[in-house]
């Protein structure tokens, strides 16, 4: 076994733990706690009946549940995981620690016991594309990797048996950042722009998050820095240890670009040719960026040829730019990943031609002006969902060209609204350009459901594409 995780589970053994927040990371957690004879406390602001079978099989592993509107109520265990989505500098997690509970993370309990090296992956777009591309690689070249992190696979309980020899790859959010005390060896951020602000108090404590990714690597770390976006590459200046950059609009020092459409390493000594940009399977500019920042990070062992195989065979992540079918001639992508007005304008770059789009949802309190000249530009007609409906119609009727409007109210009635409005040739876009929480859990569901929606249709002769 792993002597750093069998050190971890021995210290766990009498001591009293609490987790806050009963979701997909925290419950193999919970579980792990309680076979390493912790005693624990499940906390969840959902009652006991919403967590359905699952509220019995805890208790039957002896774990106490406080549920309801006072789950944060006499919060004074010795260490305290704290989810994700809950801030750190709450009134009642402040109380503990200044008493002296240790509060931490599944995540960050992780870094601690990792046996192998790890690369962290963050930034408000393509994270979780630029991970699982990563892992793509250097499975390509035979290593064992373990992907996982924000990309919805919790990986400490499995930190017992993971080898030395291996590379764990995680996507990082900046909720699990904020706190964050190590960094990765290798750490790639790719972009910084407005996002989760309805959490964040400001842009820069958002920023700072995503620079805690690196802040803590010593000399010998490498952070890889996209050069395109004006605060990640100033994040360079900061950064302790070895820099790389990549970039699509020029040459970099030490790195990755695009020179004549080939993604090329550049370094003091050269450059060395990897694989031609065209050969990328996934559709959209990002998605180059994407490809460039996961060769700057496993560059040199990973090697060209295997760069060129995995970027002409690899064909997404579920939920992003993903083509679900072709019906009557109209070809349907889910998208539901954007909930940003940033990861939507790149979802639009990706098509040659104008789009139905479908956006609007929970409000993150992000401002949509830039949705406005892109619809102009990229949209043959918009269908609006959800909270923001009115905001992202506002933004687009600011701006000349503004294309039809059509308010869906929901998703469910969005979908047949598009396969009206499209003829022949067309393509339908779910890109939200916001969160899901108005009427779905998550992105992925609100994607699931358009897909859904979709492969209901058929074609006239009863097929779909």
Known sequence: MNQLFDA???????????????GVSNTPLLRLLAEAGARVTARDKKDRAALGPLADELAGLGIELRCGPDYLGDLR??????????????????????????????????LRVCPCPIIGVTGSDGKTTTATLIAELLRGEGRRVYLGGNIGHPLLREAGDM????????????????????SPGTAVALNVTPNHLDWHLSMEEYTAAKENL???????GLAVLGADCDLTRGMAARAPGRVRLFSRRGPVSVGVYLKDGVVTWRDETGETPLFPAADIRIPGAHNI???????????????????????????????????????GGVRYYNDSIASSPART???LGSFDQKVILIAGGYDKHIPFDTLGPACAEHVKALILIGATAGAIRRAA?????????????????AVPLAAR??????????????????????????????????????????DVG
């Not at 690196?214 to 010998?220: E, I, Y």
């Not at 195989?309 to 083509?323: D, E, K, M, S, Y």
């Open 163 to 182: 080898n030395p020899e291996g590379v764990a790859v995680l996507e990082l959010s900046s909720f699990q950042l904020m706190t964050m005390t190590r």
């Open 345 to 347: 304008l790149a979802g």
């Open 77 to 110: 265990e010795q260490r305290i995981y704290r989810t994700p989505g809950l801030r750190p500098d709450g009134p009642e997690l402040r109380a503990a620690a200044a008493a002296g509970s240790e509060l931490t993370s599944e995540m960050e309990d992780f």
């Open 397 to 413: 009727e600011a701006v000349p060209g503004t294309p039809p409007i059509h308010d869906a109210g929901h998703l469910d009635a």
């Open 214 to 220: 690196f802040r803590h690597q010593g000399p010998d």
């Open 8 to 22: 971890y589970l021995r210290g766990l053994r009498g001591t009293s733990a609490a987790v806050v927040g009963i």
């Open 421 to 462: 409005l499209a003829e022949p040739g067309d393509v339908v876009l779910l890109s939200p350009a916001c969160a899901s929480f108005d009427q779905f859990a998550n992105f992925e569901r609100r994607g699931e459901r358009f897909a859904e929606i979709v492969r209901e249709q058929k074609t006239d002769d009863g």
């Open 289 to 327: 960026d994407n490809f460039m920042a996961a060769c700057a990070a496993v560059w040199p062992q990973v090697s060209p040829e295997t760069m060129g195989r995995v970027a002409r065979t690899f064909g997404g992540v579920p939920h992003r730019i993903q083509l679900i079918a072709e019906v």
